[in-house]
C-alpha cells in the first residue's frame, strides 16, 4: 500500500500541493474570531492521533502541530528521541513498524534526513518532515500561504533568498517550480545550494538564479527571505558568521528589492545578525502572519496526508 507521506516538496505533485494552500487558505477563513481550542466543524480528524518525534528542540513546530490536532478534532503524542528507545540503539525500521501500530501518522523533526526517508518507507501510516537537514517543507507552505495571504500571486513572482544555501532555501527550490515563481539566491560558494536540488529543478523548467552577492539577488524582488546564519548542529558559529556577514539583510539592501517588497524568516531570529531589526520589526515584515500559518498549513498537510 502507498501511504501519502509529506517528506519533501519534490514528491508532491503541484495540483496536490495547490489543493493544500487552498485548503489552508479555506480553514483558516472559517474558524476567523474563534477561540484558539475550538474543534474545526466536522472534527475532520476526530480519533485520529499524531505522533511527533523530536530530535532538535522546537518552539513553532511542535506547538503547531499539537495544536493542529487539537483544532481538527484529534490528538498527538509527543517524544524526544532521547525518551524512546530509537534514542538507546533500537533501529528506525523497528521504531517506525511499531509507532504504525498506535498511531495514524508521524511528524519527525530529525538531525539527518535519510532517517526519516527509513522511517517511511518501514512505517505503514503517513509520514511528515518536520525539518532536516535536506529541507523544511512544512514551513515553505505556510510561507507560501502568507505571501498569497498578502496579495502576491507566486505564478511569476520574484522570490529572493540571502545568506545560507540551508534546507530551508533548498524547500524553496523545491517550490519554485511547482508554483511558478522564481527563486533569486545569493550566497557565498561555501553555503552554495546543493547542486542536485538546482538540476532536478532545472529538469522542472524552473527558474533558479545564482548570485554571489545578496545585492544581486534581491534586485527587484517581491520578497526578500534570510535565516539564522548559525544553526542548530553547526559547530564552526565563528567563521560562518564572518563569511555570512555581507549576505545581512538591511534597510539598505531592501531598497534595492521592488517596492513594497515583503520580508519573511521563520524564526528564531537574530537581530543584528542576519537582518537589522529595523527590517525584521518594520512594516513590510510578515514574520509573525508566516508563524502563525504553520498552523494552518500543518492542518492541510495532516488531512490531506491522511486523505480526510
Known sequence: MTYRHFIDLWHVESAELRAILDEAHRMKKARAGWPKGRVDAGAPLEGHTLAMIFEKSSTRTRFSFDMAMRQLG?????????????????TID?????????????MIRANDHSDVEAFAEAASVPVINGLTDRSHPCQIMADLLTLEEHGLDLKGARIAWVGDGNNVCASFIHAA???????????????????????????????????????????????????????????????????????????????????????????????????????????????????????????AILRWCLDK
Open 177 to 299: 517550480p511547482k508554483f511558478g515563481f522564481s527563486l533569486a539566491v545569493g550566497t557565498p560558494k561555501r553555503f552554495a545550494p546543493d547542486e542536485e536540488d538546482l538540476e532536478i529543478a532545472a529538469e522542472l523548467q524552473g527558474r533558479i538564479d545564482l548570485f554571489e552577492t545578496a545585492e544581486e539577488a534581491v534586485a527587484g524582488a517581491d520578497v526578500v527571505i534570510a535565516d539564522t546564519f548559525v544553526s542548530m548542529g553547526d559547530t564552526d558559529a565563528e567563521r560562518r558568521l564572518e563569511i555570512l556577514e555581507p549576505y545581512a539583510v538591511t534597510a539598505e539592501l531592501m531598497e534595492l528589492a521592488g517596492k513594497g517588497a515583503k520580508f519573511l524568516h521563520c524564526l528564531p531570529a537574530h537581530r543584528g545578525e542576519e537582518v537589522d531589526e529595523e527590517v525584521i520589526d518594520g512594516p513590510n515584515s510578515l514574520i509573525f502572519d508566516e508563524a502563525e500559518n504553520r498552523l494552518h498549513a500543518q492542518k
Open 74 to 90: 484529534g490528538s498527538s503524542i509527543t517524544a524526544t528521541s532521547s525518551d524512546m528507545q530509537l534514542g538507546r540503539g533500537e
Open 94 to 106: 523497528d521504531t517506525a513498524k511499531v509507532l504504525s501500530r498506535y498511531v495514524d501518522a508521524v
